[in-house]
């Protein structure tokens, strides 16, 4: 079983929609990161949480310690939208290490 | 330049055969890691230095060195490429130590063994 498990792989829309991409993660953390890798390949930090919940334009990061859960959520989606969101969480015993989720392809249809 | 540079974009390179992927960053950052990415798996850590003159060993080390003279750079040596090591690679730094220093990435290296 991979440490940082997300849900779902893949994920349609119609612009305009509330979208939720899941995190869980099975070790002990010091934060957790949201990524967002863009077709094309560049890859840009969206969030780095270690507890509650951070907002940023549409975009909203909650994470449930207790859990082991985290959620992205994008309101009123857009089709520019589209990419891979990768969850990442840095161990709390190496913080030197981080583990990475095999992302969430999300695709925003006008 | 603002932010982490790498360099080349792509190769293709035959197996056998020596490469370095450069990495330079200008934000002072103290951490640099490099990482690969391949299909249906997540970034997997090559190897990382928490500052100038250390570096450590990721999850997949194996047929890769790498240094840290300076702040700013990050080379990634390959000293004699095998097919498998076909892959994108990323490089990235933040501030270690800082609890709200998010990861910067290069736009990654797309390299081919054949």
């Known amino acids: 079983k991979n440490e940082v498990e997300q849900s779902p792989q893949n994920l349609t829309a119609q612009e305009g929609e509330f979208i939720t991409i899941n995190c869980s993660y099975s070790?002990?953390?010091?934060?957790l990161h949201w990524l967002q890798q863009h077709p094309g390949g560049g890859i840009v930090s969206l969030f780095m949480l270690s507890s509650g919940k951070k907002k940023h334009g549409r975009l909203i990061a909650t994470i449930n310690i207790q859990e082991k859960h985290s959620s992205l959520h994008i309101t009123a989606s857009h089709p520019r939208d589209s990419a891979v969101y990768i969850c990442a969480v840095g161990l709390s015993y190496n913080t030197d290490k981080l583990i990475f989720g095999t992302g969430t392809r999300l695709q925003v249809f006008p | 330049i603002a932010g982490i540079t790498q360099a080349p974009t792509s190769q293709i390179l035959a197996a056998g055969r020596r490469m370095t992927l450069r990495c330079t960053q200008d934000?002072?950052?103290?951490?640099m890691y490099w990482y690969r990415q391949d299909l249906g798996l997540g970034l997997r850590l090559i190897h990382y230095?928490?500052?100038?003159?250390?570096?450590g060993k990721g999850e997949v080390p194996d047929g890769y060195s790498v240094s840290r003279a300076n702040t700013d750079d990050f080379p990634l040596t390959l000293a004699s490429a095998v097919p498998s090591q076909t892959s994108v690679y990323f490089c990235a730094s933040r501030e270690q130590g800082r609890v709200d220093s998010p990861l910067h990435f290069g736009n990654g290296t797309r390299l081919t063994v054949t």
């Open positions: 934000m002072r950052h103290n951490a």
């Open positions: 230095s928490n500052t100038a003159g250390t570096t």
């Open positions: 070790v002990g953390i010091s934060a």
